[in-house]
Antibody, heavy 117, light 113 residues
Framework: QVQLQESGPGLVKPSETLSLTCTVS????????WTWIRQSPGKGLEWIGY???????DYNPSLKSRVTMSVDTSKNQFSLRLTSVTAADTAVYYC???????????WGQGTLVTVSS | DIVMTQSPDSLAVSLGERATINCKSS????????????LAWYQQKPGQPPKLLIY???TRESGVPDRFSGSGSETDFTLTISSLQAEDVAVYYC?????????FGQGTNVGVK
């Protein structure tokens, strides 16, 4: 059973870069697509983008200019970078496995990131 | 973007009674090539991540109780809990995975009357 765990700073200053890592256990990162989703009280659940170990990505157009996703297959981890953050980026960030049909079938526990000086 | 609109925003149902949640998409999420609706339902309890209940609009995820069922096609979908249990108190979301960007409904809060 694939399990996911997010890690990274819980506090980021405005205008700086948010960086999170997702560690995958119970399965190879090479076998699936992965995605990041965030949840904030104001905007509900928001899809950030897809990632595949081959380098294929697809980002939400609303965030595309600030988002980068990458992978470290040796550690079975993938990462999210979001630049130039503002208070609007404060949210719980989830890393999620994508099922064969494209739905999101397994979620990490989530990590709260607060943007504040 | 495809806008997903759920109704109602909240509902209270007696234990053992039926709960019905609707989800309407601003565009069809049906792929005619495979006749599949790219619509999923999730349950989220406080402090937990969303849990997949239903995908392809009506396929129950492994381990999900059969009191949960999904129906609908193209733009109109329904999640039904046939007999509400105390452990079903949660917020429920629909998701369309037909088009980029993927989008969620705003959520429906289900409680006990």
């Amino acid at each position: 059973q694939v399990q996911l765990q997010e890690s990274g700073p819980g506090l980021v200053k405005p205008s700086e870069t948010l960086s999170l890592t997702c560690t995958v256990s119970g399965g190879s990162i090479s076998n699936f697509y992965w995605t990041w989703i965030r949840q904030s009280p104001g905007k509900g659940l928001e899809w950030i983008g897809y990632f595949h170990y081959s380098g294929s990505t697809d980002y939400n157009p609303s965030l595309k200019s600030r988002v980068t996703m990458s992978v470290d297959t040796s550690k079975n981890q993938f990462s999210l970078r979001l630049t130039s953050v503002t208070a609007a980026d404060t949210a719980v960030y989830y890393c999620v496995k994508v099922g064969e049909g494209g739905h999101f079938d397994r979620w990490g526990q989530g990590t709260l990131v607060t943007v504040s000086s | 973007d495809i806008v997903m609109t759920q109704s109602p925003d909240s509902l209270a149902v007696s234990l053992g009674e039926r709960a019905t949640i609707n989800c309407k998409s601003s565009q069809s999420v049906l792929y005619s090539s495979n006749n599949k609706n790219y619509l999923a339902w999730y349950q989220q309890k406080p402090g937990q991540p969303p849990k997949l209940l239903i995908y392809w609009a009506s396929t129950r995820e492994s381990g999900v109780p059969d009191r949960f069922s999904g129906s609908g096609s193209e733009t109109d979908f329904t999640l039904t809990i046939s007999s509400l249990q105390a452990e079903d108190v949660a917020v429920y979301y629909c998701l369309q995975y037909h088009t980029i960007p993927r989008t969620f409904g705003q959520g429906t809060n289900v409680g006990v009357k």
